[in-house]
């Protein structure tokens, strides 16, 4: 069984200001581990990825996460948040070899100017 | 461009009509997927497939159909059977089997009338 909890419906931040974006997993098997992002009325867009190599994942945009076993946590950090960065973020876990995809229920990033 | 359409962007039907959505990609990926994304659920998996002609039940296949009878394409149709269609519906596709990221098309908004 596997599942993913966003811990965050609604995340507001000032432009300039750091950003964590929560999200805790549970996954019988080794787990991959994505974050996504989302503007309106948009497609997804992978942002980074975690496969069993190393714990710190850097992304595009600036973003990363670190994967953390012992609390079985992939959090999205960003050092600076921008007004581009406002979407919706999703994380994601699928336990490596298995098909099954499960989505976070999402996150949605504000950013005040 | 390598990537993934759908079409169309937006649709109307109206109740007890069937309707169909189209999926293109030309990444060469076998494995292919259709979501349903409603606010604050995340997204949901409707259909997969691996292989061509061939196609498994997600989470939520009740009124919806799909067949595969190309690689690069996975129509999936909304038939009258769903009671409640209204939604954006999302088309991904990824590489081989689980652990690999999905490519997401830009989804399909369907409107009930």
């Known amino acids: 069984a596997q599942s993913v909890t966003q811990l965050d419906s609604h995340v507001s931040v000032s432009e300039g200001t750091p950003v964590l974006l929560r999200c805790n997993y549970s996954?019988?098997?080794?787990?991959?581990l994505f974050w996504y992002v989302q503007h309106p009325n948009k497609g997804l867009q992978l942002l980074l990825k975690?496969?069993?190599?190393?714990?710190l994942v850097k992304g595009i945009n600036g973003f990363e996460a670190e994967f953390k076993k012992s609390e079985t946590s992939f959090h999205l950090t960003k050092p600076s948040a921008h007004m581009s960065d406002a979407a919706e973020y999703f994380c994601v876990v699928t336990p490596v070899g298995y098909q099954k995809v499960t989505f976070g229920t999402g996150t949605k990033l504000q950013v005040i100017p | 461009d390598g990537g993934i359409t759908q079409s169309p962007k937006y649709l109307f039907r109206k109740e007890g009509q069937n309707v169909t959505l189209s999926c293109e990609q030309n990444l060469n990926h076998d494995a292919m997927y259709w979501y349903r994304q409603d606010p604050g659920q995340g997204l949901r998996l409707i259909y997969y497939?691996?292989?061509?002609?061939?196609?498994q039940k997600g989470d939520i296949a009740e009124g919806y159909s799909v067949s595969r009878e190309k690689k690069e394409s996975f129509p999936l149709t909304v038939t009258s059977a769903q009671k409640n269609p209204t939604a954006f519906y999302l088309c991904?596709?990824?590489?081989?089997?689980?652990?690999?990221?999905?490519?997401f098309g830009p989804g399909t908004r369907l409107t009930v009338l």
């Open positions: 975690y496969t069993s190599a190393a714990t």
């Open positions: 497939s691996q292989i061509v002609n061939d196609f």
């Open positions: 996954s019988s098997y080794s787990p991959s």
């Open positions: 991904a596709s990824s590489i081989g089997r689980a652990g690999n990221e999905q490519f």
